[in-house]
């Protein structure tokens, strides 16, 4: 099995305002409506991945039925007129912050290695408690929706920094995709496209390897049965 693999992503126009594009993970500044308030108010007339996400913030909130209609919607839109480009394989990330540069690979999980269940040990497991409660509404953007747009960052236990490091020495040879500051002092986003075919089979095959079940239960023989 492959956990990680490589996704058909699509990017918005070149036109398109990549400051107001991006936005921050849904499940941030979830006591704090006004970030979202803010963030809309930005963004009102301009195409944003805030349009077909749906906030933590707002999964109670008595109008959600019409804010997954309007996330229907707009996601179908874009599809037709703002998503005009896109490429095979991965993106390599670099986010700045006041706490430094994270590194990362955008792509596709295979679902099947994963699980939240209590006592189960996947190959992908949640870092946190999955409140079950709050799925419905998830569920509810899902169904039907022409694109996918997660929020979620996984982490990847290699110790030998062999899977995204070694992007980071060989950007200046990938096409940039974009390159821009997040809003409201999200900090700065910067992606290049990952898809040549030896390096897409490096990726899939090293995460792999570092995932298969053998290797997990040798480094961590206690872990199954343990939510």
């Known amino acids: 099995m492959k956990p990680f693999i490589a ?91 006041q706490s430094g540069v994270r590194q990362g690979l955008v792509g596709a999980v295979d679902l099947e290695a994963y699980s939240y269940e209590k006592g189960s040990a996947p190959l992908v497991r949640p870092s946190e408690n999955t409140i079950v409660e709050r799925i419905p509404p998830r569920l509810a953007v899902r169904r039907g ?23 980071a020495k060989k950007k200046a040879a990938l096409e940039k995709l974009y390159d821009t500051e997040l809003m409201l002092g999200g900090g700065h986003i910067a992606g290049w496209a990952v898809t040549d075919a030896a390096d897409i089979a490096a990726v899939e095959n090293a995460v792999a390897a570092l995932g298969t079940q053998a290797a997990f239960d040798a480094k961590y023989p206690d872990a199954a049965g343990r939510a």
């Open 145 to 167: 929706a022409p694109l996918e747009t997660p929020h979620i960052m996984m982490l990847l236990d290699d110790a030998a920094c062999g899977v995204v490091e070694p992007f």
């Open 7 to 97: 996704a058909d992503i699509l990017l918005p126009a070149p036109q398109t305002d990549m400051g107001l594009w991006p936005a921050l993970a849904c499940d941030q500044f979830t006591s704090q409506p006004e970030y979202w308030q803010k963030a809309e108010a930005l963004t009102q007339n301009a195409p944003s991945t805030l349009h077909i996400t749906l906030p933590e913030a707002y999964l109670e909130s008595p109008d959600v039925d019409g804010r997954i209609a309007a996330i229907h919607t707009a996601m179908a839109d874009y599809r037709a007129r703002v998503l005009t480009r896109g490429v095979h394989g991965f993106v390599y990330v670099e986010r700045a912050t």
